[in-house]
């Protein structure tokens, strides 16, 4: 049954396959059309073939029937047939063969969401790229995970563990122990609840920064609106080292005076 004009008889039928040309504008082979685009030439995009049919429900229904060929829903691109994605019968989708990537946009045209189609398993989601089990975050402030009314949130994990090569660093020098260990003992440790916290939240332990409140900006990150943990750890360490320092020099000592009292006796 032909839909006809002007809903597109002229171009294609339900349920076989349609031999009627225009100036060679519709291209077609066995029980598959093709839809022409005005400059006379074609693209392989918008198909119909005999499992590609509209029900009585106005769907576009997909369906491989009893033949092993699988109907495809393919988009091409402009100027390159192999281009493009298709969709298939279960509402896969899948990158044809020149394809490159796949993209989710907003209605401002700006990327929601992106899939690699060359092969290299990247996923892209709000400028963040997912690329063989690493993270790439864009721009300089960062990763933050927040709960959905907006609250920082707490984040569970085996261990942390961040790259310490020599090769991934530069602009390497001992750090100023005496400095790191006054550091430490000039903060501010306070207890606090955060804002958005429920009242059955644990209350948190830490520094606070802002006005009368003391925490050295070697501490903080480069916006100095969080604190970095791996700062004051090795911070921590270099006031346990000078501590060690002073205890063995301290212990030198003692050992000299009682040396020293043993032998006026």
């Known amino acids: 049954q032909k839909l006809g004009i002007p809903y597109g008889g002229d171009f294609f039928t339900i349920g076989e396959a349609t031999t009627i040309t225009d100036n060679n504008n519709i291209i077609y082979d066995t029980d598959m059309v093709y839809a022409p685009i005005p400059n006379g030439t074609y693209l392989t995009g918008f198909t119909f073939n005999k499992e590609v049919f509209i029900n009585n429900d106005a769907q576009l229904v997909f369906t491989a029937g009893n033949t092993n060929t699988q109907p495809k829903l393919v988009f091409s691109g402009y100027k390159d047939i192999s281009a493009g994605i298709y969709m298939d019968t279960y509402g896969n989708i899948t990158g044809n063969t020149n394809a490159q990537q796949w993209w989710v946009k907003d209605k401002n045209l700006n990327t929601v969401l992106g899939a690699d189609l060359n092969g290299n398993k990247q996923v892209y989601i709000g400028g963040i ?59 501010d440790i306070t207890t606090f609840n955060y804002k958005n916290d429920s009242s059955a939240a644990r209350t948190n332990i830490g520094a606070v920064i802002g006005d009368g409140y003391h925490i050295d900006d070697s501490l903080l990150t480069k916006n100095e609106d969080a604190v970095m943990i791996d700062n004051v750890v090795f911070a921590l360490v270099a006031t346990a080292q000078k501590q060690a320092q002073q205890i063995s020099e301290l212990t030198t000592e003692l050992t000299a005076l009682k040396i020293k009292e043993q032998n006026n006796e």
């Open 129 to 187: 790229k997912f690329s063989g089990g690493s993270v790439y975050i864009g721009g300089s402030n960062g990763l933050w995970v927040r709960n959905e009314d907006g609250s920082l949130a707490t984040i569970n994990a085996g261990n942390f563990a961040k790259g310490s090569t020599k090769e991934s660093k530069k602009n390497i020098k001992n750090a100023d122990i005496d400095k790191l260990a006054t550091n430490i003992y000039n903060m």
